[in-house]
């Protein structure tokens, strides 16, 4: 038995918890990294006793359309699959219905569902340094939950209860797009690391306003830090969600 990290972590949150619970579960594990522009989804089949950790970030509370799509391309056969929504202390809504009608259609057989908390991608005080200590206590008994679950064959033909809603709430479009500063030196990195493509590498300084999904890999990755995103406009976002991100979210786990 191995696990199989399946994950869509532009800036690296949602794979510090799938790598969390991955760890916890104490098997070796493959990782299939969902931002990769250049792998063949549709090649990628699985069967016997692996443990699929399904992770997606929760962008305005939905999957993000990139990752569903990939993920829609992968042959579950039946693997079980843990669902991790990892969300910036705001709220994930219906991601984690989302995700589990996308991994079943796929062929997973989702055996649980997480929801975690981790830094957020684009205002960062908000969920600043989580997963933290607790937080890693709590993913680690989660995951030996669920390996306890799965000791005990309780895996077939269960029903989990997972919050959210069908229809989904409607997806929004790339909110803040990432601009081109004088301090960019042209050497392509962000082209080359862009998920969706966003980015030509003949024409770094503007990025494909349909394409892009707000994702934040580009400021991440650049050395020169010469992608930034509108000041005023995060500090209007920031305080608009000020309510509702200002109390300390908890992990959940539903099994």
Do not use: W
Request: hydrophobic share 40%; with cysteine.
């Amino acid at each position: 038995m191995e696990a199989i990290q399946i994950v869509f972590s532009p800036t690296g949150g949602t794979g510090k918890a799938a790598e969390i619970i991955t760890k916890a579960l104490g098997m070796p594990a493959k990782k299939i990294d969902l931002t990769n522009k250049e792998t063949d989804f549709s090649s990628l089949r699985f069967k016997g006793d692996d443990i699929a950790i399904l992770a997606v970030p929760s962008y305005g509370g939905r999957v993000p359309a990139l990752a569903a799509e990939r993920i829609s391309n992968i042959h579950g056969n039946q693997t079980r699959c843990v669902l991790v929504c990892v969300y910036g202390n705001r709220a994930y809504e219906d991601t984690l219905m989302e995700l589990n009608d996308v991994a079943e259609k796929s062929g997973f057989q989702v055996i649980a569902a997480i929801a975690a908390i981790a830094e957020h991608s684009i205002i960062h005080q908000y969920g600043a340094g989580r997963p933290d200590e607790k937080d890693i206590v709590e993913l680690d008994g989660f995951a030996k939950k669920i390996l306890d679950k799965i000791k005990k064959g309780l895996t077939e033909g269960s029903t989990l209860r997972i919050p959210g809603n069908r229809p989904y709430k409607k997806a929004g479009g790339a909110g803040l797009i990432p601009k081109v500063s004088s301090s960019c030196t042209g050497c392509g990195l962000c082209a080359k690391q862009c998920p969706a493509q966003a980015i030509s590498r003949e024409n770094l300084k503007a990025a494909d306003r349909k394409k892009c999904i707000s994702c934040m890999r580009c400021v991440v990755q650049c050395s020169q830090a010469a992608r930034k995103v509108n000041g005023v406009m995060v500090s209007v976002a920031a305080f608009a969600l000020k309510k509702a991100c200002s109390v300390r979210k908890e992990n959940q786990l539903f099994i």
